[in-house]
Nanobody, 115 residues
Framework: QVQLVESGGGLVQAGGSLRLSCAAS????????MGWYRQAPGKQRELVAT???????NYSDSVKGRFTISRDNAKNTVLLEMNSLKPEDTAVYYC?????????WGQGTQVTVSS
């Protein structure tokens, strides 16, 4: 089973930046579409950004222009650069790996943005 480990979360003031990292154990990492999702208290988990095996990225409207997702297949990692953070970005951020019907989730990392 693929293991995903997120890191880089923390407390930051509004307008600040954070970089989240997801390290994957998969030997076939390059096959997977990778993504970042987030879940705030009392709300459902929602898409933040995805990046497929070809490097094509997609973003939710709420983070477009502020966040950047990238991947390094040689290092089996996916990054989420978060800039101009807002209090509404506060959530647990989860790394996801997907290939057809197979999906893996990381344990999550907390991001808290203060006003």
């Amino acid at each position: 089973q693929v293991q995903l480990v997120e890191s880089g979360g923390g407390l930051v003031q509004a307008g600040g930046s954070l970089r989240l990292s997801c390290a994957a154990s998969a030997v076939t990492f390059s096959f997977y579409t990778m993504g970042w999702y987030r879940q705030a208290p009392g709300k459902q988990r929602e898409l933040v950004a995805t990046i497929n095996s070809g490097g094509n990225a997609n973003y939710s409207d709420s983070v477009k222009g502020r966040f950047t997702i990238s991947r390094d297949n040689a290092k089996n990692t996916v990054l989420l650069e978060m800039n101009s953070l807002k209090p509404e970005d506060t959530a647990v951020y989860y790394c996801k790996a997907n290939y057809v019907r197979i999906t893996y989730w990381g344990q999550g990392t907390q991001v808290t943005v203060s006003s």
